[in-house]
T-cell receptor, first 110, second 114 residues
């Protein structure tokens, strides 16, 4: 079983739609969680950290459920520029290491 | 501008050849990392370093070597022992290496085998 699992998609949604991505992690000792965005053939860039109480940044909302070992990302009012691959990331529990999911591909259609 | 640079953007390796990928940062970060990404897959950690002259193996270190002689630089050598080196290689850095810190990535090097 992978340490961090994501639905690979692709998710194809119209502009203005709301879309949600889910991610599960297997290491119960994981302490920190992130969502990164990766454009085609580019490097990943931090989208947002995920906190226990959930957090929001504009159109983006991240939630963490430690009991179910589950992380989610909600994107409201999708824009064409949101088209990218979204990587779920967990601190693996061992020192200094992050574990990346395989990513969920999103395409926002005009 | 502060950031991470990687060179070259594309690199071709012949059979049996060692090649070195460059990674430089001017962010004054202590921690640096090397990842490998294969198509449709997440990033896998090759090596990381929290301080000059010290580095640790990640999940897939076999066939790779690194050095950390300067804070700013963390070159990765792909040796001939790495039998499937074709991948996208990403270098990253963070302030001290603590889990909550953001890792900043360079633009990557695509390695292809001839």
């Amino acid at each position: 079983r992978k340490e961090v699992e994501q639905d690979p998609g692709p998710f194809n949604v119209p502009e203005g739609a709301t879309v949600a991505f889910n991610c599960t992690y297997s290491n119960s000792a994981s302490q920190s969680f992130f969502w990164y965005r990766q454009d085609c053939r580019k490097e990943p860039k931090l989208l947002m950290s995920v906190y226990s109480s959930g957090n929001e940044d504009g159109r983006f909302t991240a939630q963490l459920n430690r009991a179910s070992q589950y992380i989610s990302l909600l994107i409201r009012d999708s824009k064409l520029s949101d088209s990218a691959t979204y990587l779920c990331v967990a601190h693996s529990g061992s020192a200094r290491q992050l574990t990346f999911g395989s990513g969920t591909q999103l395409t926002v259609l005009p | 501008d502060g950031g991470i640079t990687q060179s070259p953007k594309y690199l071709f390796r012949k059979e049996g050849q060692n090649v070195t990928l460059s990674c430089e940062q001017n962010l004054n970060h202590d921690a640096m990392y090397w990842y490998r990404q294969d198509p449709g897959q997440g990033l896998r950690l090759i090596y990381y370093s929290q301080i000059v002259n010290d580095f640790q193996k990640g999940d897939i270190a076999e066939g790779y070597s690194v050095s950390r002689e300067k804070k700013e630089s963390f070159p990765l050598t792909v040796t001939s022992a790495q039998k499937n080196p074709t991948a996208f290689y990403l270098c990253a850095s963070s302030l001290t290496g603590f889990p909550r810190e953001t890792q900043y990535f360079g633009p990557g090097t695509r390695l292809l085998v001839l």
